[in-house]
Structure formats: C-alpha cells, structure tokens
T-cell receptor, first 113, second 113 residues
Framework: GQNIDQPTEMTATEGAIVQINCTYQ??????LFWYQQHAGEAPTFLSY????GLEEKGRFSSFLSRSKGYSYLLLKELQMKDSASYLC??????????????FGRGTSLIVHP | DAGVTQSPTHLIKTRGQQVTLRCSPK?????VSWYQQALGQGPQFIFQ???????QRGNFPDRFSGHQFPNYSSELNVNALLLGDSALYLC????????????FGEGSRLTVL
C-alpha cells in the first residue's frame, strides 16, 4: 500500500512564499503530482516530478527527492486566489501495466491580506 | 474542446437506494478513473476503466460497480446506499493505462439521507 502525509492546514500572507511538504512511502514509485483544488471545484493539475530535483513553472515550483520519499510545492508571490487545497498524489505501478495515482488528504492553504 | 463532463451535479438519495453517475471523458482520452472525495479529505481511488474493462480497483465494496461504453464514457453505480456514501464523486480521464496528468470533471455531489 501507500502512505502519503501532508499538513492539514497552512496560513500565509499575500505576497509571501509558502512551502507545502509531502512525504510518502510506496513501492513501484513512478512519479509525483501536485493538484490545486478550490472549494467546490475539481482538482486541476499543477506539476509533475519523476526525477529528483526542482521543476519550476511560473510562481509555482515542485521538488522531489526519491531517496527520502519527499516532495514540496513552493508558491511564490502569494495571491488571495491561491487560497485552496493542495493535493499531493503519488503514482505507482500496478498489475496489468496500469499506474494509479494515490492522493494525500490535501493541505488547505489560507492566504490573508 | 470539451473537458470532462459529469452528471448529475447534485443529487439526494435515501439509504438503501441505488444511484448511477455518468461521465464523458475529455476528447481524445480513453481511460476513465473514478474517485470518491469525502469532505476535508483527498480523492480516494474507486476503479479505473480502459477498453471497456475494469483494470484496477481500490478498496471499495462490490456495491460499487461501473461500466465503460465504446465511446469511452463511463458510469458509476452504487447499490444499497449508506449514509457514509455521501461524498463528491469525481471522474478523471487520461490517455492510456500509464496514467499521466488526470483531467477531472466538476464532480457529482451525492447526499444520502
């Protein structure tokens, strides 16, 4: 099975930087995703890491260390609209050649003025 | 280009009833995965359909069943509804079994009374 752990809630100030951590334990690791989910809406894709290192995409960056089972999502220049739940999802190989992403419970980020 | 569409968006049922939820994948996608998301939790994998067959299944009872049609659309059926089945049911589509980025629909909010 898989175990994914991320903080339940974080708060930050508009314009600041916030780092959301995710630790995982899994066999057959095949990539890690971050999704953003605003209240009452569907999750939307933010980033994907399969190799160690940092992936940067605008204000958002994601880091992966496979040996440590650790990832973080870095949000810069926070805006009020960044208030949302951030879901860490680990993809692992399954039988039949399928790869199923398993989601953590999500981190609720509250950005205040 | 239509994204993932789900219906109905909201529905209310009573214990013991049966429900059918529907999903049309994003154009060009052939794989549909269903997730259950309880309030304050991350999405939990129910099952995945590819080539009209259930390819992977999460830890859900047999009361949860599904189907995929030749046009790649899918249905999720839940029998003998329990209060604990109240949740947001998300459909996600992707291309092929090696699931990359998931594209989610807006979800069907099920309330069981």
């Amino acid at each position: 099975g898989q175990n994914i752990d991320q903080p339940t809630e974080m708060t930050a100030t508009e314009g600041a930087i916030v780092q959301i951590n995710c630790t995982y334990q899994t066999s057959g690791f095949n990539g890690l995703f971050w999704y953003q989910q605003h209240a009452g809406e569907a999750p939307t894709f933010l980033s994907y890491n399969v190799l160690d290192g940092l992936e940067e995409k605008g204000r958002f960056s994601s880091f992966l260390s496979r040996s440590k089972g650790y990832s973080y999502l870095l949000l810069k220049e926070l805006q009020m609209k960044d208030s949302a739940s951030y879901l860490c999802a680990v993809r692992a190989s399954a039988s039949g050649g399928s790869y199923i992403p398993t989601f953590g419970r999500g981190t609720s980020l509250i950005v205040h003025p | 280009d239509a994204g993932v569409t789900q219906s109905p968006t909201h529905l209310i049922k009573t214990r013991g009833q049966q429900v059918t939820l529907r999903c049309s994948p994003k154009s060009g996608h052939d794989t549909v995965s269903w997730y259950q998301q309880a309030l304050g939790q991350g999405p939990q994998f129910i099952f995945q359909y590819y080539e009209e067959e259930e390819r992977q299944r999460g830890n859900f009872p047999d009361r949860f069943s599904g189907h995929q049609f030749p046009n790649y659309s899918s249905e999720l059926n839940v029998n003998a509804l329990l209060l604990g089945d109240s949740a947001l049911y998300l459909c996600a589509s992707s291309q092929g079994l090696a699931v990359g980025e998931l594209f989610f629909g807006e979800g069907s909010r099920l309330t069981v009374l």
